[in-house]
């Protein structure tokens, strides 16, 4: 292979993703503790670099199927980053992507393998270089997609209840919402059927449980929540 651009200094270009699950009521974010200098034993997102043979994507479904054993995840591109000192081990410029899954489809041994932890949003401690600000800007990009498309299902089970749909909407825009309304908006959406199944978990009476059909929504031009 001829080589070019030999002239020119070479950089690294790496990929964090950025992971948010949502459990008990709380928007969740895996994390775990640098085990690499610099920054040993940092809290930071799950990384890699890019390699010689990979498209950006490939490199980001690769970190996130290696993070979490799954296939066909929901995920973004959040952005670049490449001040020249954002990486005190040499030049590296990030793409960061953030990506949603159901912590119930999350393997354990997974996460203990790696040594990860949910956190709270609310509660994310400092993180290693300018991981907080690829988080923040990832939370910007899901609060205003949450209302125009349905990915609040990809933080839920496979059937829910529009108590914990609400929870989801609540938790990832910060702020409370009418039930009343909201219930009213979601029973006029054919694409959330609801079955004939009952979780008896929630109340003792009981709470219907619900499913997304994505046929019938992209049969639905107009959503929005």
Known sequence: MVAYYNEYSKVYVSVDCIVFGF????LRILIGKRKMDPGRGEWSLYGGFVGNNESLNDAANRVLYDLTGMEGIYMKQAGAYGEVNRDPGDRVISVAYWALINVKDYDEHLREQYGLEWVNIDELPQLYSDHNRMVEKALRMMRKRISTEPISFNLLPELFTLT?????????????????????????????????????????????????NEKSFSEDPNFKL
């Open 23 to 26: 459990e008990e009521g709380h």
């Open 164 to 212: 914990q749909l609400q929870n989801v909407y609540e938790a990832v825009c910060h702020e409370e919402v009418d039930k009343r309304n909201f219930r009213k908006r979601i029973k006029d959406m054919d694409f959330i059927e609801k079955t004939e199944k009952i979780d008896k978990k929630s109340s003792k009476r009981g709470a219907a449980l619900y499913r997304f």
